[in-house]
């Protein structure tokens, strides 16, 4: 499977954003669809993921309350809300895909298709 991400730019602190990752060449509802973020000079992080079906998403601390995850099998894309963005999520952001078992996976190696992200950045 395809992932193309679209979206991001430059936003002020308390400002928001969405990103949009669409995908082809697979089975869209078979894959739990999970974004990632790396910012400078750090590892991929765990963002949050959202389940085959669309009914569960998992969040890491540092963005629940704040970003929203939601997919639509019509259009097979994924969308990432974010809200009251702070300067700490500066990164490029990543959508991926995983067919395993299990929901909650944060561990990118376990990630079967990835797609290049947008920049995201919050700075005044």
């Known amino acids: 499977v395809q992932l193309q991400a679209s979206g991001g730019g430059l936003v002020q602190p308390g400002g928001s954003l969405r990103l949009v990752c669409t995908a082809s060449g697979g089975t869209f509802s078979t894959y739990n669809m999970a974004w990632f973020r790396q910012g400078p000079g750090k590892d991929r992080e765990f963002v949050g993921v959202?389940?085959?079906?669309?009914?569960?998403?998992y969040y890491a601390d540092s963005v629940k309350g704040r970003f929203t995850i939601s997919r639509d099998s019509a259009k097979n894309t994924v969308t990432l809300q974010m809200n009251s963005l702070k300067p700490e999520d500066t990164a490029v952001y990543y959508c991926?895909?995983?067919?395993?078992?299990?929901?909650?996976?944060?561990?990118?190696?376990?990630?079967?298709?990835w797609g290049q992200g947008p920049q995201v950045t919050v700075s005044s």
């Open positions: 991926a895909a995983r067919s395993g078992s299990g929901f909650a996976v944060t561990t990118p190696v376990r990630y079967d298709y």
């Open positions: 959202i389940s085959r079906n669309g009914g569960s998403a």
